[in-house]
Structure formats: C-alpha cells, structure tokens
C-alpha cells in the first residue's frame, strides 16, 4: 500500500500544477465555453482534495512540488490558505519570480472567501515582493471595489507591472475617482503603463484617452491585439468603417487582420474570410473570425475539413511559426481547418440574417439581451467581448471577469 501511496503523490505532484496549467490556458480560448470551465475547475478540485487530505499526514504531497513548475505556486497557496497554514503559504510567496506565478497566487486567493483571504491580502499589498503586490491587488479587485483610496493611489506610485495591475483593478471596478491618476498616466515613461492608463481611461469613459488607445491600434505594438479588442466598443459607429479599412490596408500580419475583422463584427467582411480559408497558413484564423462575427462552429455544424492529411501536412510547431510571425497564439493548433465549400454553402444559407452595417457577436446584435446570451453561452473570447461591450454601455457597472467560472 505505502508503494501505491507513493507512485500515487509522484503522479499528484505533476497532475495537479498541470490541471491548473490548463484551465489557465482554457480560459482565453476559442474553443471553450464556460461549461467547459467547469469540468476543468472539477477536476483541478479533485486533485487538491487529495493534497489537503495528505497535509493531516507524515508525507504531504505538497512537499513534493517542483516550485518552478507552473501551477505549483496556485496548489501551494490554495490549500495551505484552505488549511490556514500560513507557514506554507509563505513558501508560495517565496516562490514568486514571473509575473505568472503571481497569478497563480491571485487566483488561489481567488479561489477561498473574502474573509479566509483578507489577513493575506493585508500583508501581501505592502509586501516588499513587487510580484506579492500584483497578487494582492488583482484579488482584492476580485471581491470588491471599496479598496482603501490611500492604498491604491499608493500602488499607482509603485514600479511600472503595479501601476499596471492597480489600473486594470481601477478600470474593471469603475472606480471613477481615479479619472485624475488615470489622466496622469496617460503620459508615463513607460509604454506598458501608458497602454494600461489609455485603457482603463476607455473604460472610465475619460474622453481624453481615446486618442492615446489609438496610438496603440495602428502600430505595433505588444498591446495592438488587445488595443483592437476595445476600439471597436468605444468608437463612433462612424468611424469603425475607416478604423477597420485602416488596419486592412496596412503592412500588419494577416492574424492580426483577420482578428481585426473578428472585432468588428461587420459580416461584409465575411468574403475575405472565406477567401482566407483557402490559405493553410491562416484557414484555421479565418474560421475563427468566421464564427466571431456568425456563432457557426466550425466543428459541431461540420463545417471542417474532410481532408485531414491536407492540413496536417502545412502544420509547423508553435515555435516555428511564432518565428516568422509573432502574432501567432498558442491555441492556434487546436483551432479546427474549416472546410472552404463546406462554409461557403453554409453562409449562403444563412447570409439573408445578417445585415451589412450591423456588427455581430456570434452571430447576434450587440442588445444586452443578446451579449448576456453571449456572456453565458459563447466561447471564451466571445464571452470577453460580450463583457466588455456590457460594462461600456452601463458605466457604473463593474466588468465580468469570464475567465474566473465562479463570476457567473
């Protein structure tokens, strides 16, 4: 039995930073939804039940973990803050060195109730570990937006990645007190900050932060995906036309044009999309764009390719591509190969319910009816969309956060 016990906390101690590895990365991609979010939070679940159980014995599975590994800060923190074991979850906070690891720690503190989580947050938001702050801030952001002003105007003083996350809290919070910190901002040193205070500024409805989101949708920049993402719920109906036919016309990569189209949301584009899926390089794009703007999936309306061997033989490792393209996403080789005919058949039955002029998120009007629907039932990314689009037509009301399932 000890034997079993042992090859049983080997396989933990991987399966488990793991589970949380994956439903990060499920969180941002196209093809989940938020049921989907739910079977993977079970089952990252079951593998912490197991940690909590052995911490009542003589070999903690915890103890095992390999702290560089991705996942493991999250498992570490979550059940030592489920077992109010504080010394370990100062190991956690030791084990901070990448941004990354410091979402980890927000989203343990995420995962227990304000109360269990607040001592932590106190000591960590005047922790002298940047990466701690990060952590504290985003999941006090979480539970509520009456955060001490002196404390946030003090974050907002803080090194560069702080001002960043204290500004996404301020945004996503509606927290309009700060429009004159916001405004300040928009002038910083560094561009990440500046993006980050254009952005929230958006958010805001600050009028004079729109001209600096700009500056970040028509060159590039690190922030030119994101920078898209919110132009097109801000801009005047006026101008999406010309905002769209910009991006078109220029010299950026074909991801970024066919993301472009996608933000829109304007089925006239619907075309050239279908022109692209006759491309190996971006067919698998184009058929994400496609279900953007229509809601038809590509793999349940069996719209995908029949020739498998066709788009097996033009797929390059991740790594390959990213070097002739920086723009390519990590999920782009799950993304199903749409079938050109199959599509094309497909949108001249249905092309009679879209309008040219109208925007569309999977496949319906931006009503709030409609973006609830979406917010519930769409894709991850289309879910983001939908929340975005939601919180700028309410002003006073926070943003949802999609890729937490317990938002909803």
Known sequence: ?????????????HDAPYAWFLRDQASTSPIFRSQHLAELDNRLEAYLNCFELSQNGDQPIIAKLNLKDWGSVYVIALVSLRTNDSITFDKAIDALKEQQQAKELSDALCRVDFNTAKPYLCKLIKHENPLARIAAITASGFFTKDIDKAVLQGLLK?????????????????????KPDVTELLTHDEENVRF?????????????????????????????????????????ESEIKPALNK???????PRIKAYNIAMSGLPEMIPILLEWMNDPEYAPLAGEAFSFIT??????????????????????????K??????????????????????????????HQFQNGTRYLAGKTLT?????????????????????????KNPLDTMIDVTRFNQL
């Open 1 to 13: 039995m000890s034997k079993l016990a042992g090859i049983v906390q080997r396989q933990l101690k």
């Open 247 to 253: 991006i078109q016309k220029s010299a950026f990569s």
């Open 158 to 178: 803080d090194s560069p990645e702080v001002i960043v996350a204290t500004l996404d809290v301020i945004g996503k919070n509606k927290l309009i007190n700060f």
């Open 196 to 236: 980050q205070a254009a952005y929230t500024g958006n958010l805001l409805g600050l009028t004079s932060a729109f001209s600096p989101l700009q500056k970040f949708c028509f060159n590039e920049t690190p922030h030119l995906r994101k920078a898209l993402s919110l132009l097109y719920q801000v801009v005047n």
């Open 295 to 320: 809601g038809a999936d590509i793999e349940e309306d069996d719209l995908s390719i029949l020739d498998v061997s066709l788009c097996e033989s033009q797929e390059a490792p991740l790594a390959e």
């Open 368 to 392: 709030e009816a409609h973006l609830n629907d979406v917010l519930i039932h769409g894709t991850q990314p289309q879910r983001h969309i939908a929340s975005l689009i939601l919180t700028i």
């Open 322 to 351: 990213r070097k002739k393209d920086p723009w390519t996403e990590g999920y782009e080789d799950d993304l199903p190969w749409p079938e050109p005919e199959l599509v094309k058949q497909w949108w001249r039955a249905h092309q």
